[in-house]
């Protein structure tokens, strides 16, 4: 029925169109409306809506028992202006697509219309477009939606473009691949004095400065292996921009990762003890946050050799990556409610990195991604 027509140039069109709105984590309202609408046209048997957000699962249904394959893209954009001038460059003020979700969705889309023309034979493949991946809530939300329940995989697949990689091939290893995450605000409180008196006051000068060389060093303080786990200072702040005020607060924001949930969680206890000493060594009041938690991201190994062995079939090379990446990705939250397996495909060498400004996800390695979710897909319901 599809016979003349060309998937590719309909996905580079949607591709780029989604691009021109990019709506940010939590925000994907309009997106997620337009995933909903692609996957009715494709003839999906039940689409759901509203999940953990905005997120939207469009089940191709064979009737037949059978696996439950869950293939997961994602719905958001950044909060990033962009400055790149594709002609489908962002329409909203501030945002961009400058994660390639914008190209995930498009593949996504993809396997849509290659499911609407060849049906599964049997069990079940659920298309998931997650909200909130950016910061780290949108996984699990959609965990946490009773809803899940419909949708419960027998194996579930992500993928993630990668700059840096030549353009199409793929590559994956298994066991852990993408870092634990989590940021940690520190508030420390003193109080204000003279800039003439200090000693009337109570500067929390020296415990931030103290934080600032001792959080980088936690993890060697902790004997953790060099590599598996680092601290990031990201923000700091002492007081105001006065001369006349000595300073009665202080600010301190840092990244904690780590290669696994358990050293992550030491780590982070490590933090919330120093910032403690800290602050009582040196009379101050202590306010901790912490946010934007993302689980390690771990490949099931049976998973693993399914994308090895898709990648084979469809023809696209897949390399080894050499140890896990530092970066996070709420992918690995999956893990915990099936085998799953999550794997890159590079975006080109000479492409700018992720959350760049002028990040745009080429479009010539959508038939590579497609390829291999297809026969991901396929062994399991063909
Ligand atoms: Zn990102
Ligand atoms: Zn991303």
Redesign the pocket.
């Known amino acids: 029925m599809l016979e003349n027509y060309d998937l590719i140039a309909e996905l580079t069109a949607l591709r780029r169109d989604l691009h021109r709105m990019p709506e940010i984590s939590g925000e994907e309202e309009r997106t997620a409306a337009r995933m909903s609408v692609w996957l009715r046209d494709c003839g999906a048997d039940e689409v759901i809506e509203g999940l953990g957000g905005y997120g939207v699962a469009g089940i191709f249904d064979s009737g037949t028992p059978g696996p439950t394959v869950l293939l997961r893209c994602?719905l958001d954009a950044l909060p990033i202006h962009e400055t790149g001038s594709p002609d489908w460059r962002s329409q909203i003020e501030g945002n961009g697509h400058m994660?390639?979700?914008d190209g995930h969705m498009a593949i996504m889309c993809g396997m849509a219309r290659r499911l609407q023309t060849e049906r599964p034979a049997r069990g079940r493949v659920v298309l998931l477009y997650q909200p909130a991946?950016?910061t780290g809530v949108g996984a699990r939300g959609v965990l946490d939606d009773p809803r899940f329940e419909q949708i419960r995989p027998d194996f579930a697949f992500g993928l993630?473009n990668l700059p840096g990689m030549k353009p199409g091939e793929a590559a994956i290893r298994e066991g852990s691949v993408c870092f634990a995450s989590e940021g940690i605000q520190i508030h420390l409180t003193g109080w204000t004095s003279h800039a003439a008196h200090p000693e009337d006051g109570r500067s929390p000068a020296n415990a931030m400065s103290d934080l600032v060389t001792r959080l980088p060093k936690l993890p060697e303080e902790l004997g953790i292996a060099p590599g598996d786990a680092l601290v990031t200072l990201s923000h700091a702040r002492l007081g105001e921009a006065a001369f006349g005020i000595a300073p009665g607060e202080a600010w301190i924001m840092a990244t904690l990762r780590a290669r696994t949930d358990e050293l992550q969680e030491r780590l982070m206890a490590a933090a919330r003890e120093s910032a403690k000493a800290a602050a009582k060594a040196a009379g101050l009041e202590i306010d901790i946050e912490t946010s934007e938690r993302f689980a390690a991201c771990f490949n099931d190994a049976e998973a693993t050799a399914m994308v090895r062995e898709a990648c084979a079939e469809a023809g696209v090379a897949c390399g080894e990556v050499d140890g896990p990446f530092r970066w996070s990705e709420d992918f690995g939250l999956f893990s915990s409610a099936a085998p799953s397996a999550f794997f890159v495909l590079g975006a080109g060498e000479d492409q700018p990195q992720?959350h760049n400004p002028d990040y745009d996800f080429p479009d010539a390695i959508i038939p590579q991604a497609l390829a291999i979710f297809e026969r991901l897909v396929r062994k399991q319901t063909d």
């Open positions: 994602e994660c390639g979700h991946e950016e993630h992720l």
